[in-house]
């Protein structure tokens, strides 16, 4: 592909349960067909493009009102997927990184995550980032405790943008310069709140479970196209 690529591109990932609905399966059946083959796909297309950051919102702090046991039965399925994948993502260079409130997860689950983070620490070709238990208000008010908790913090009449951004979830990544959000609602719902300032946003009625690398080189496609001033 000879254009204009993202260095990051983030995904809102809409659409499983209407997915599932459509196909007449159960709630958790989108999910699975995501994680299990869509997200797969996707990262394997940033690899070799050469995108070296990709970030996937799996469970927003919004989505526990959809009930303990559908909220279950999703960190079942991620636990299941992130082992089946390890030794694949290894093996071609692949770093998994975390983003979001990770402590109220079930522990096991965030055993493994942080067992795989560690053993992929030292991959760099390219970066995958689950954003969990996750929501942009979220994250901006545990960096404000993290920061009034910080006796090393710098005096806050002095404090810049990128003190700040150290609080973050977000600190060894860039910003992103691509959200994609599929299943057809135009918003961002919170995510990246601070991290979005420049981002190119494209929305599309495909749903995640449908969006394959078509779809995918159809995005940033259209993100080569757009051009980028920063405020300039």
Known sequence: MNQLLPQHVAFIVDGNRRWATLHKRSAITGHSKVANQTIDDLVFHCLKLGIPYVTFWAFSTENWKRGRRFCNSLFKLLEQVLQKNVDKYNQAGIRLNTIGDLSQLPPKLVTSIEKLKYDSRNNTKLVVTIALNYGGRDEIVRAIKKLVQDKSRPEIAKLTEADFNTYLDTIDLPD?????????????????????????????????????????????????????????
């Open 176 to 232: 992103p310069d691509l959200i994609i959000r599929t299943g057809g609602a135009q918003r961002l719902s919170g995510y990246l709140l601070w991290q979005s300032q420049y981002a190119e946003f494209y929305f599309t009625d495909v749903l995640m479970p449908d969006f394959d690398t078509k779809e995918f080189d159809k995005a940033l496609a259209d993100f080569a196209k757009r051009q980028r001033r920063f405020g300039a």
